[in-house]
């Protein structure tokens, strides 16, 4: 094996193991990855559950499904970033909760952690943050758009249940409706028109859920 490909593998495997989830905090890593024993000592510790990583990330986001980022070398020999799916842990996000983790805290994007729960489709997850007082309706993009765009019935309802408002878009006017549409997502469709949902809102381009 030549000295190139042992080095590659070598800035590779450091690369992949820095960016799975928030460099420089154990606690929002340790919750990524689903460590409940360790976030639990590192709050026992003095840690503030609220503490923020990259892209405003925090712990309760990473326990509630958030994404994190890899690499991959490409066909060209580049090492390449990726997205690494997130995953939900729900002995995690009741400790940060018990800690007093704030539901509502938004990252970078936009996104609350209630947002994340939504769109991983965990109605564990969902149930867990309305229960301790997440706002359905926080955040530039939708907990129920979430829903709706992956074709979670369950979650969708929970949240429309809990006052999520279906007429509620993102800022290029995407509304759930819309983006139900996009998917074919037929019964979350219905539950939205039920609810409310203005069947001819428009987005920034002028489109409309039929159009979709």
């Given at each position: ?26 606690l929002l890593d340790a919750a990524w990855k689903g ?66 983790a704030d539901r509502n805290l938004m990252d970078d ?104």
């Amino acid at each position: 094996m030549s000295i190139r490909i042992v080095l590659t593998a070598v800035l590779l495997a450091s690369f992949l193991s820095g960016c799975a989830a928030t460099p420089g905090s154990p606690l929002l890593d340790a919750a990524w990855k689903g460590d409940e024993n360790e976030v639990a000592s590192l709050l026992s510790k003095g840690e503030s559950p609220d503490a923020r990583g990259e892209s405003g990330r925090t712990a309760l986001m990473n326990a509630a499904g958030a994404p994190g980022s890899g690499a991959f070398i490409g066909s060209s020999g580049q090492i390449q970033a990726t997205r690494v799916p997130g995953h939900v842990d729900l002995p995690t996000i009741r400790i940060l909760l018990d800690h007093g983790a704030d539901r509502n805290l938004m990252d970078d994007s936009g996104q609350t952690a209630l947002f994340f729960a939504a769109y991983s489709g965990s109605a564990e997850a969902v149930t867990m943050l309305l229960a301790a007082g997440a706002d359905p309706n926080a955040g530039e993009t939708s907990p129920l758009l979430a829903a709706s765009s992956e074709d979670h019935l369950d979650v969708a309802k929970q949240l429309l249940a809990a006052g999520a408002e279906p007429k509620k878009g993102n800022d290029n006017g995407l509304t759930p409706l819309m983006s139900a549409a996009y998917g074919g997502n037929v019964a979350i469709l219905r539950e939205l028109l039920q609810a409310g949902a203005q069947i001819d809102a428009t987005d920034k381009t002028g489109h409309t859920a039929l159009c979709n």
